[in-house]
């Protein structure tokens, strides 16, 4: 039997298999886990100055901070954005859209990260105010363009109430051109989909020429669409010095949802989730501060990581370490815990199997010996019983043990004399010294 080189050779392959075990628990980490996030994502955003369009600029900004390129594409609007979120090929993973447009059935490769802030609808007329919606018949009106949200709310909005393209002239015309168009006269009526914050809303409230007109069976459209809010325009809040509008009025508000595709890193979702705190948490005339981001499903379910957002906040790690540094920590994190679940008790349990075979290797020589004893005490030839000590000796003194081990060695040599000098002088191994 070739004897082991000391104990060296032992802890030798006790760290290759340590090493195979954490190159296999890398591998299976890097396989099994997400991938490290990326560098740069698309954001679908909207028409040039439009709310979806100042937000995407306001989160590019906070997450180039974080070393993140978000690339922003615009579009017609919500409509459009959800086509291309849908659309793999687009490669599009991040944009907003308002409630009411889609579905989980109808786009179950998106996720929500939750509602950011009210779009109230605005309807703006040359038409006195007491006419309501039923003065629009025969009249111009924009109803925004197509691939847009307010197209879509707009069109749904006046066949309830009875209008469409054949009892009315509709324009599909983006905001901008829909307000100038509005104050030159060239149309009667605008319809949009905006927030509190736009400019091209506070131009027309000031207008003396026009009139904002209001929902006042807005209970009853909450009702037939649940994704719709009722909101209260405060009298004088366009303009306190010409009170414009000059009563209070109803408004109807659907939520926009900042929407993810579903294969979205999920560090980079938490980076959207803290941008979207900065960005909307603050009030306005139709919330109050930290009402958005809000964990409200509108059309589509919350992603894993914005319920875990909403419940406990930003992973821990992220809230104490540069982005990019918390990122590999976490990895780092994962692939250790398999690692020291195989390791620990390898290390563990490794000395207690090298000095079982330590022991185990003394003890099949101890065995030889007692065979040879056995078989001089039944009267072997001493010849044979001299050959096969011969070459347990020889044995024994090519085998090198560990310092720690070595009175064993010591005490089977010792063992080995005894017998040795029972043949010299040709008699039997007393019982006595056998037992020894």
């Known amino acids: 039997m070739h004897s082991w080189r000391a104990s060296g050779h032992f802890f030798v392959w006790l760290s290759l298999v340590a090493v195979a075990v954490i190159v296999a628990a890398t591998v299976a980490t890097f396989m099994w886990f997400d991938p490290l996030p990326p560098r740069v994502a698309l954001m679908t955003t909207g028409p040039p100055g439009s709310d979806y369009a100042v937000l995407g600029a306001r989160y590019q900004s906070i997450l180039r901070r974080s070393g993140v390129e978000l690339r922003l594409v615009p579009s017609a609007g919500g409509v459009e954005n959800l086509q291309r979120?849908?659309?793999?090929?687009?490669?599009?993973?991040?944009?907003?859209?308002?409630?009411?447009?889609?579905?989980?059935?109808?786009?179950?490769?998106?996720?929500?990260?939750?509602?950011?802030?009210?779009?109230?609808?605005?309807?703006?007329?040359?038409?006195?105010?007491?006419?309501?919606?039923?003065?629009?018949?025969?009249?111009?009106?924009?109803?925004?363009?197509?691939?847009?949200?307010?197209?879509?709310?707009?069109?749904?909005?006046?066949?309830?109430?009875?209008?469409?393209?054949?009892?009315?002239?509709?324009?599909?015309?983006?905001?901008?051109?829909?307000s100038n168009a509005l104050l030159r006269g060239d149309i009667e009526a605008a319809v949009m989909v905006s927030s509190w914050d736009s400019g091209t809303l506070h131009r027309l409230l000031a207008s003396p020429d026009l009139s904002l007109l209001g929902f006042p069976r807005a209970d009853a459209y909450v009702a037939l669409y649940p994704y719709l809010s009722k909101l209260t325009?405060?009298?004088?809040?366009?303009?306190?010095?010409?009170?414009?509008?000059?009563?209070?009025?109803?408004?109807?508000?659907?939520?926009?949802?900042?929407?993810?595709?579903?294969?979205?890193?999920?560090?980079?979702?938490?980076?959207?989730?803290?941008?979207?705190?900065?960005?909307?948490?603050?009030?306005?005339?139709?919330?109050?501060?930290?009402?958005?981001?809000?964990?409200?499903?509108?059309?589509?379910?919350?992603?894993?990581?914005?319920?875990?957002?909403?419940?406990?906040?930003?992973?821990?790690?992220?809230?104490y370490l540069p982005f990019w540094l918390a990122v590999l920590t976490s990895r780092l994190l994962v692939l250790l815990v398999p690692v020291l679940g195989v390791l620990f008790p390898l290390l563990h349990f490794g000395p207690a199997l090298y000095r079982g075979l330590m022991q185990r290797r003394i003890y099949r020589l101890y065995g030889e010996l007692k065979f040879i004893e056995a078989a001089l005490e039944a009267g072997a030839d001493t010849g044979d019983a001299r050959a096969r000590l011969q070459r347990l000796q020889a044995?024994?003194?090519?085998?090198?043990?560990?310092?720690?081990?070595?009175?064993?060695?010591?005490?089977?040599?010792?063992?080995?004399?005894?017998?040795?000098?029972?043949?010299?002088?040709?008699?039997?191994?007393?019982?006595?010294?056998?037992?020894?």
Do not use: C
Request: glycine fraction near 8%; hydrophobic fraction near 40%.
């Open 85 to 178: 979120l849908k659309d793999r090929r687009s490669r599009v993973s991040i944009g907003f859209a308002q409630g009411g447009l889609t579905s989980q059935a109808q786009s179950s490769n998106l996720e929500s990260l939750g509602a950011m802030f009210f779009q109230p609808l605005w309807a703006f007329s040359r038409i006195p105010p007491g006419n309501k919606l039923q003065g629009l018949r025969g009249k111009r009106l924009s109803v925004g363009p197509l691939g847009s949200g307010t197209h879509a709310l707009a069109m749904m909005l006046l066949r309830l109430n009875g209008l469409d393209e054949h009892i009315a002239q509709l324009e599909a015309l983006p905001p901008d051109q829909a």
């Open 233 to 319: 325009l405060p009298a004088g809040v366009g303009s306190l010095a010409l009170n414009s509008p000059p009563n209070d009025v109803t408004l109807l508000a659907p939520k926009a949802s900042l929407l993810v595709r579903r294969d979205l890193h999920p560090a980079i979702q938490y980076l959207l989730l803290e941008a979207a705190t900065q960005i909307h948490s603050g009030p306005n005339i139709f919330r109050q501060a930290e009402r958005f981001p809000a964990a409200e499903p509108d059309d589509l379910p919350l992603s894993a990581e914005a319920l875990q957002f909403y419940r406990s906040g930003t992973p821990f790690l992220q809230r």
């Open 395 to 436: 044995r024994v003194s090519h085998m090198v043990m560990p310092g720690m081990y070595a009175p064993l060695l010591y005490h089977l040599r010792s063992h080995i004399e005894l017998v040795e000098g029972r043949l010299q002088q040709g008699g039997r191994v007393s019982e006595g010294r056998r037992n020894a």
